[in-house]
């Protein structure tokens, strides 16, 4: 016999075995919600496949819901209440030690804070289920806000647009002169390693004796004479 055979043959024993009664639910007064949820998930998981198929096709079968969608108020509201079930348990822990160690500061300490803490947790509990209760009484906002009805928002008026002044065009711009060679040679022309080096120390290594004008110079080349540096 192989292996899936005798698999098979153990699963239809499990079957004809009689089926001990669903365990009816407890009264959840202090559970968290995931505790509920964590409960309910391992009824499913002991249920037999048959009853799991007929659940599932008895739930397809149920028309679609028309309640309104559930608010965030009333998600911020059960996380507010697991809290302040989870503070009120670590209070009651505190004050079980406290009882049993009552000459201990920080059993004491420990148990003033913890009550602090589920008595805050408790009060906050107590205004997200009052959001949570406002938000279900909230009108459901309209499909298309922009339709007339009700949940719409009465529709305003729009605003003529304004004619927008004309601005003055800007006159244009001169045209720059054109430069001469000399201007344009000197405005990109690169320094030389040493002037590089000056720039980069902020003072120059050498000092030239004798100021030399290369425009001077040009202009001397021209004239009759040449130009003199010494002059």
């Known amino acids: 016999m192989n292996r899936s055979t005798s698999q098979m043959l153990a699963e239809l024993e ?29 009824q499913i998981a002991r249920m ?5 198929l007929a659940m599932v096709r008895e739930t397809n079968r149920l028309p679609p819901s028309r309640e309104p969608p559930t608010p965030p108020e009333a998600y911020a509201a059960w996380d507010a209440r697991d809290a302040a079930i989870l503070a009120e348990r670590a209070a009651k822990a505190a004050a079980e030690q406290l009882a049993e160690r009552p ?7 420990n148990a003033r804070a913890t009550r ?20 279900k009484r909230r009108p459901p906002p309209a499909e298309n ?5 009700s ?14 002044a ?21 405005r990109w022309r690169k320094r030389s390693p040493a002037e590089e080096e000056d720039f980069r120390r902020g003072r120059p290594l050498y000092r030239c004796l004798v100021d030399y004008d290369p425009i001077e110079w040009f202009r001397a080349e021209q004239e009759e004479g040449g130009y003199d540096p010494f002059k």
């Open 14 to 42: 499990e079957d004809a075995q009689p089926k001990p009664p669903p365990e009816e639910e407890p009264d959840f007064t202090g559970w968290t919600s995931k505790e509920i949820d964590d409960w309910r998930m391992a």
């Open 48 to 52: 037999p496949g048959t009853d799991f």
């Open 103 to 109: 000459g201990s500061a920080a059993a004491q300490i």
């Open 116 to 135: 602090e803490a589920a008595d805050k947790a408790a009060h906050a509990a107590e205004q997200a289920e009052r959001l949570a209760e406002q938000a």
């Open 145 to 149: 806000p922009e339709a007339p009805g």
């Open 151 to 164: 949940g719409a928002a009465p529709e305003q008026p729009k605003p003529k647009p304004q004619a927008q």
């Open 166 to 186: 004309r601005v003055p065009k800007p006159a244009p711009e001169p045209e720059p002169e054109p430069k001469q060679w000399w201007e344009e040679r000197a």
